[in-house]
């Protein structure tokens, strides 16, 4: 209990006095992750789009891949990754193993999928009827696309956020593929777990905090977007 | 009914699902400037029709052209989208103002912004909506909503339009203003119209020819009063709202006046049919009269029955009153005249119609 | 109303994507070197010591990888590591004399210790060798917990149970955690526990443990660590310059001098002795 406490307290004289090292980790985490959710969204949104808009043969193949991909364990996303980025591997030449590109890497694996699923469910939400109005105002399929992503904005937005909020509490592909290198490579996630294995419960408590203060304030904006959502229907 | 030159053409259109046959149309010509309703119930195939000449459904066979230029081929479906305006049952708004709503139609025809504020300016007085034009779509009531969906598709300019049920979700307030100013802007622009409706009444009022649909199948085209007093069948009888149906055997014909036996008992008729051949009988409610069964028969109609009150409903305006005469009769009284009779179930009554309110339908 | 907000969302949210694209995350420069290490040297703290001094010095940047050190053997098996800092003697030569690493050299060394609860169940204390100590923990059946990961501690561990005859695979007592030094110390104290740790971590932890140090001073028990470059030969695409700075570096007189007092300050003994050869000058040529 003492331990506790006095963790809490040290880790809040941390944050207060804004520590260096902990700051530090903090924003290589949100630009990580920020740039894999990023990526994500561009590719995620694109191709749910297309699953949702299209028919074609195969479709329900892709959707039940796509969400089985959205539970993909980051540990697996983290030893493929790994296996193909390792100097003597596919993608060795890129000498990318070991850095916070990697880890960018391996987070746009894992949140690529969340991101296409939630897209398409939330395409799937729209009334059915709305692209038949859409191309009969003379929209041509590209312009289709684009009014449907506008009309799902809130969802999509979610998407986003489930998206960010998945990857930056995942450790088990930072770890692999970026190897909690000090200063470079050690983020949020891998940073606590090596502190409380050194024993710093007061550094890995205070991680932990800014952790939970950032997947709060990702649900806070979630449940806002979902109020905002049925209140408007 | 269609002018010389058809602005819509649909040949062999056959939509078949599952081995079921949900739309089959040999042929259907609609033309310039035409008004036309596409009548039948709820699942008839009326949305499956409009949404094959509209050319968005994938799975149909058959051939839509457009003033004389076959869609697919010497015109590409996306073109012809462009010619044509839509609205639902639903507004399907987008979720921004009611001004970009009007536009958005222009937008995808990437017309420039001066000429946008313009035409949408224009449609958005048209409808009377200038004061909402820039309340977001989402706080609109339905019948507003309805408006700029009405707005949106009138703002392209379009040679045909294509309703679907377009005031179904409208309380009946709403939908009479909203008809009364739709009429006026379709015949302002002569837009070719095409109108899907399972409500008799607005078909009536819009329209100037009627085509009546069943089970994907075309029962029935015409003009309002030729669908409404001649119905070609049973089906269409009851629809139009012919609430007496009867069916019975030809006994003589004489001078133009067919004698028909209906359950043991003769009404004659206006019509023409061979002697004993089988024909159907509709009777409309308005051409029914009651009397007390104390006045002697006094009026000129040829059939004169008793039977007795089974039913009334009340309609507001007029009593809907079901008499068994030996076969079932219906007929509508105003209220004074049911107050005057003192109509109530149970009672006996005289009942009277003419032979020239009869329809014959020979089967 | 709800517009505002949302375009105020949107506007945030492209706020953050443009922030996150324009400042990508500070990139290393074109030299790189992958030390793969025990967890027993960040653990403690000395990596972060050493490193960033070497870093200032010569100008490289090192992607430090703790893992146990048969994981790190592996890695520079496969030439996915350019140099190795590790204490696990005999795989060590191995490694060496099939010819995947070169100039294998000591650098420090500590001991083992046996921990476990301070009521001792298996009465170990006073015990004449750590293989009897051993056999006694297996024959009272008291609990032990084993890394599990192939690290040079664990490795060390296996063979003392072979040393002693003691069948411990299997058996219920037997627990691998899987997990670092410092979280099988963790383990180890809440489960009372036996556990066999580097001095190192055992002291940078002791404070919060509830393990009593029972028995040291084996001479099975040194804990010797070496520096391996990775052969450059077998694997072309090793950082062959960078592998033999960080090693020199490692050998030189001032690494030597830090490692001979770290930990002095804060626990009052040093956790590491330094074992490189006294005479630096001729071995850095």
């Excluded at chain 3, 009897?132 to 084993?146: G, H, T, V």
């Amino acid at each position: 209990m003492e331990l506790i406490l006095e963790g809490v307290l040290k880790a809040i004289k941390m944050l207060i006095s804004l520590d260096r090292e902990v700051l530090d980790i903090t924003i290589l985490s949100i630009k990580v992750s920020g740039i894999a959710t990023a990526i994500s969204v561009v590719i995620g949104v694109t191709t749910g789009t297309l699953i949702a808009i299209n028919d074609f043969p195969g479709k329900k193949v892709a959707l039940s891949l796509v969400n089985t991909a959205m539970g993909l364990p980051p540990v697996v996303v983290g030893l493929f990754v790994t296996i193909f980025l390792w100097r003597n591997g596919p993608f060795g030449f890129l000498g990318i193993l070991y850095t916070p590109y990697a880890i960018i890497v391996a987070q746009a694996v894992i949140a690529t999928p969340i991101v296409t699923g939630i897209t398409v469910a939330a395409m799937q939400q729209l009334p059915k009827k709305l692209q038949l109005q859409i191309l009969a105002l003379g929209a041509s399929r590209f312009q289709m696309a684009v009014i449907l992503i506008k009309e799902a904005k809130l969802s999509l937005f979610a998407a986003v956020m489930a998206g960010f909020g998945g990857v930056i509490s995942e450790i088990g592909a930072s770890i692999m593929v970026g190897g909690n290198i000090k200063g470079y490579t050690r983020v949020l996630t891998t940073a606590t777990v090596m502190e409380t294995s050194k024993g710093n419960f007061d550094v890995a408590i205070a991680l932990s905090i800014i952790l939970f203060l950032l997947a709060y304030f990702i649900n806070l904006i979630l449940t806002y977007i979902q109020q905002k959502e049925s209140g408007s229907r | 009914m269609v002018k010389d030159r058809p602005i819509l053409e649909a040949k062999n259109l056959r939509i078949d699902r599952m081995g079921v046959t949900t739309l089959d149309i040999p042929s259907f010509k609609v033309g310039e400037g035409e008004i036309l309703s596409i009548i039948g119930p709820n699942g008839a195939g009326k949305s499956t029709l409009l949404m094959a000449m509209c050319h968005l459904f994938r799975q149909f066979s058959g051939i839509i052209s457009f003033k004389g230029k076959e869609v697919g081929r010497d015109i590409s479906p996306s073109e012809y989208r462009r010619h044509i305006g839509l609205v639902f049952q639903e507004p399907l708004l987008f979720n921004t103002s009611v001004f970009e709503n009007v536009a958005s139609g222009l937008k995808f025809r990437r017309i420039d912004k001066r000429n946008i504020e313009k035409i949408v300016m224009g449609n958005l007085e048209r409808f009377g909506l200038a004061p909402l034009r820039n309340r977001p779509a989402r706080t609109l009531s339905g019948g507003e909503a309805q408006r700029v969906s009405l707005a949106r598709a009138f703002a392209i300019n379009p040679d045909i339009l294509f309703l679907d049920e377009p005031f179904s979700s409208l309380d009946a307030p709403t939908k009479d203003n909203l008809i009364y100013d739709l009429e006026k802007v379709i015949k302002d622009s002569k837009v070719t119209t095409i109108f899907a409706t399972h409500e008799r009444d607005e078909a009536l009022r819009l329209s100037e020819r009627i085509v009546v649909i069943n089970n994907g199948r075309m029962v029935q085209d015409g003009a309002p009063e030729e669908v409404m007093n001649y119905p070609c069948n049973e089906f269409v009888a009851s629809f139009m709202g012919v609430e007496t149906i009867l069916s019975g055997v030809v006994l003589k014909e004489e001078g133009g006046i067919l004698t028909v036996s209906v359950s043991g008992l003769n009404i004659e008729a206006v019509g023409e049919a061979p002697i004993d051949s089988k024909v159907i009988l509709c009777i409309k409610p308005e051409g029914v009269f009651l009397y007390p069964v104390s006045i002697e028969a006094q009026s000129s109609a040829r059939n004169n029955f008793m039977g007795e009150v089974t039913r009334i409903v009340s309609s507001g305006f007029y009593q809907k009153v079901y008499l068994n005469c030996g076969f079932p009769l219906v007929a509508y009284i105003t209220n004074a005249s049911a107050k005057s009779l003192g109509v109530k179930e149970g009672i006996n009554i005289r009942a009277s119609f003419k032979a020239t309110s009869i329809h014959v339908i020979k089967v | 109303m709800c517009f505002r907000y949302i375009k105020y969302g949107t506007s945030v949210f492209l706020m953050f994507i443009i922030f996150t694209v324009i400042c990508p995350p500070s990139s290393a420069g074109e030299k790189n070197i992958i030390l793969a290490t025990t967890t027993s040297t960040q653990d403690s703290g000395l990596s972060d010591v050493l490193i960033p001094l070497f870093e200032k010095k010569y100008g490289y940047f090192v992607k430090t990888i703790a893992i146990g050190s048969g994981q790190a053997i592996r890695m520079g098996m496969k030439g996915e590591a350019d140099v190795l800092l590790i204490h696990s003697p005999e795989e060590e030569e191995k490694f060496v004399s099939e010819g995947f690493g070169i100039n294998r050299r000591p650098i420090m060394y500590n001991d083992f210790v046996l921990v476990g609860p301070p009521s001792d169940p298996a009465k170990i204390i006073g015990t004449g060798s750590v293989v009897k100590a051993f056999r006694k923990i297996a024959e009272s059946k008291s609990i032990f917990i084993s890394r599990g990961d192939n690290s040079g501690t664990n490795i060390k561990e296996r063979a003392l149970w072979r040393q002693g005859g003691v069948k411990y695979e299997g058996e219920r007592w037997y627990h691998e955690s899987g997990l670092g030094m410092g979280q099988t110390l963790n383990i180890a104290s809440e489960k009372r526990a036996y556990t066999l740790s580097d001095r190192a971590t055992y002291i940078t932890l002791k404070k919060r443990l509830d393990l009593t140090l029972l028995f040291e001073g084996d001479r099975l028990l040194l804990n010797p660590y070496h520096v391996i470059e990775v052969n450059p030969l077998r694997f072309p695409k090793v950082n062959k310059a960078g592998a033999r700075a960080f090693s020199d570096f490692l050998s030189s007189k001032e690494a030597q001098s830090i490692i001979k007092v770290f930990g002095v300050d804060r626990f009052g003994q040093p956790l590491f002795f330094p074992a490189a050869p006294k005479k630096q000058k001729g071995l850095e040529r």
